[in-house]
């Protein structure tokens, strides 16, 4: 019987059932609960309805033109072919079906033009992703082969652009979505997932997609891309990684109102309902694979915070923003710091100010004040001590203990009023009055506001008592970058150390002197954590595992290359592996004896 269910008989010859695709009213009619795989599809009113058979289940029917509805497949639809969770959640009909594909053609010129500097990056995105789509080891291969040139293009800054159009850009599926609608469903909806192993989850909320934020369900192309990172740089078989979009609304006002958008059009969960979703996702994936890994993507702060908080002490998972972010921080600074010619140990001393305070820049203090401490003893007063060298600036301005209503992510950082008081500083004070006053060593920048290192800034900055300043412009993608490397070095000479978190073309002073612009982006740890974390079967990743990865980061540059202002590895190197397996191998070593 069940082979019969899953039998498909043509309601006729194939080039009617194209034709009456294209026309078709989709209707579903259940057949008898022993059929209950049985699937009917109406074409014409004068043929009537005629049954259609499926042979297959789940992904294959996506994968096969012949029968893929696409977002068509109504939810019973889904629920009865084991499809539900493989599609964006909004039903379409087969006109606005048509009518996204045909806006999508026709915006291709106008959305190219919005993006990064190169003007094909879109099209050789959508060139990329229907090869991955058609032969995953070619794919691979020519991402491998090529990493300098399209590892911008499958991940920053072009994959923000992706997002941004997902919705228009929408082919076939690729992960699972997990909304509020499914809740009650989850447990059984991951099983819809054809591998038996998944040893790596990236998911997000789409709540901030780099510096773009809000982007709803589009946001599941970043998981996408971070995945297509751990294939190409920590080797992990691509048929164990599973990209996740947990779908749970966007305040985003534009996609609430776009006919065209594929997510939820409702305002976002909050609260213990938001938790709750997050929760039954988190049960239902390690109770179907319990050895996968979750690393959490682009989830805005309150939630990245706290999500962290709720999970980290009982599943495989870490943040990327607040935890591989900070470790490769870490490693530029302690990189900036050789730089000058001092050794590593001298790190306490730096001044550095930071402008941004969510789940990336607190993510960073945190992480640089812990190593600041460790390398002055651990003791209370160390950890005083290494507060005093931070200045945190968010959107009001300098983060003090006189702030009205301050996150308590930001409140271990505020300074003391009066302290900034010597300083010539108070509550609020702007960037360019804390960079003038305290002459930082370090500017570093996770705003997600493009051109905040203004030119008075950089000015500003021209005081700092270091020989070799250092400018960290980590706001992703390109037009979010808080100053271009032409900007910092024309105004800060060649000595300047320079990273930015999407890629920048190095600056040529002539006479063969270079200014080197590093790419200061997460990408160089999470392979590496994902990689230890799987070969060392840990239970949890714990924060003295993060720190060993970072240091690893930080001692992989050589110290010539260091003086030459390379404070990080260049992508091709990235794609030899040797980099991530070091990175993993440290982790795994010196990891599992801080934790
Ligand atoms: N390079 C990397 O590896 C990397 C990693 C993670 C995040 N990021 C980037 O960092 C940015 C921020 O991410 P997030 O998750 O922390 O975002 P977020 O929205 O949580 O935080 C942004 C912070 O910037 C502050 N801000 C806004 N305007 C400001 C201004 N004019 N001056 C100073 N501060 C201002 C906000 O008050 C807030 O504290 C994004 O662009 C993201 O792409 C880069
Ligand atoms: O995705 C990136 O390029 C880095 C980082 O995770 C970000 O959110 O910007
Ligand atoms: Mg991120």
């Known amino acids: 019987m069940s082979n019969f269910s899953s039998q498909l008989r043509l309601s006729s010859s194939l080039l009617k059932h194209l034709k009456h695709q294209i026309n078709a009213t989709s209707s579903t009619t259940s057949a008898s609960a022993a059929a209950m795989m049985f699937e009917r599809r109406s ?24 029968f893929n509805k696409g977002t068509a497949f109504s939810m019973t639809e889904r629920d009865r072919l084991d499809l539900r969770g493989l599609l964006p959640p909004t039903v379409m009909s087969s006109q606005q079906q048509i009518e996204r594909f045909m806006v999508d053609l026709k915006r291709l010129e106008v959305q190219a033009r919005d993006g990064p500097s190169d003007p094909n990056a879109l099209a050789k995105w959508r060139i990329l992703n229907r090869l991955h789509d058609r032969n995953e080891t070619m794919y691979y291969k020519v991402l491998i082969e090529n990493i300098e040139e399209y590892a911008p293009i499958v991940y ?20 699972m979505y997990f909304s509020a609608e499914d809740r009650g469903e989850m447990m059984s909806m991951v099983y819809n997932w054809p591998a ?13 997609i780099l510096g773009l934020g809000d982007l709803g369900v589009q946001g599941i192309g970043i998981t996408i891309g971070k995945l297509d990172l751990y294939v190409a740089a920590a080797g992990i078989n691509p048929q164990r990684v599973l990209p996740v979009m947990i779908d749970v609304g966007t305040n985003n006002e534009r996609l609430l109102k ?35 890994i979750v690393q959490f993507e682009d989830f805005q702060s309150k939630w990245a915070f706290n999500l962290l908080q709720r999970y980290r002490n009982t599943y495989r998972m870490f943040n990327d923003d607040v935890q591989g972010t900070a470790g490769v921080a870490i490693a530029g600074l302690l990189g900036a710091v050789r730089a000058q010619g001092k050794p590593m140990i001298d790190f306490p001393k730096q001044k550095i100010v930071v ?15 812990k190593t600041m401490a460790r390398m002055l003893g651990n003791t209370e007063s160390a950890f005083e001590s290494a507060s005093s060298q931070f200045w945190v600036v968010d959107a009001n301005g300098l983060i003090t203990e006189e702030r009205t209503n301050i996150d308590p992510q930001a409140l271990p950082f505020a300074r003391k009023a009066k302290e900034v008081g010597h300083q010539g500083l108070r509550e609020g004070a702007s960037l360019v009055e804390v960079v003038q006053q305290i002459k930082p060593d370090v500017l570093l920048g996770l705003s997600a506001v493009g051109g905040l ?11 700092s008592t270091s020989t070799r300043p250092a400018i960290f412009a980590m706001s992703n993608p390109t037009k979010n970058a808080e100053c271009t490397p032409e900007e910092a070095f024309s105004v800060l000479g060649d000595q300047l150390i320079f990273a930015s978190g999407s890629p920048f073309n190095d600056v040529k002073f002539g006479d063969g002197v270079i200014g080197h612009c590093n790419q200061g982006n997460n990408m160089y740890l999470f392979p590496g954590i994902g990689l230890g974390t799987l070969l060392s079967g840990s239970r949890i990743i ?16 050589k110290d010539d290359e260091v003086l030459k202002g390379i404070i990080y590895p260049s992508i091709s190197r990235y794609i ?4 991530t397996e070091s990175v993993a191998t440290f982790y795994l070593v010196f990891g599992l004896i801080y934790y």
């Open 258 to 292: 776009d006919p065209l958008y594929l997510g939820l059009q409702e305002h976002r969960l909050d609260g213990e309902e938001y938790i709750s979703v997050v929760d039954e996702f988190m049960e239902a994936v390690f109770t179907r694979w319990p050895h996968v």
């Open 542 to 557: 714990s924060d003295g595992m993060l720190q060993a990865a970072a240091e690893c980061l930080a001692a992989y540059m």
């Open 43 to 66: 074409f014409t009113t004068t043929e009537g309805s005629r049954p259609t058979i499926v042979h297959k289940r789940s992904i294959d029917i996506l994968h096969d033109p012949w």
């Open 355 to 369: 402008a941004g305070a969510g789940s990336a820049g607190i993510g960073v203090v945190n992480a640089a004040r």
């Open 576 to 579: 030899r592996l040797d980099l």
């Open 156 to 175: 920053t800054p072009t994959v923000g652009l992706v997002c941004q159009n997902y919705s228009g850009l929408f082919r076939r599926p690729r992960g």
């Open 196 to 208: 038996d192993q998944v040893d790596m989850i990236v998911v997000t909320d789409g709540s901030r």
């Open 453 to 463: 290192f203004s030119k008075e800034v950089l000015e500003a900055l021209k005081g």
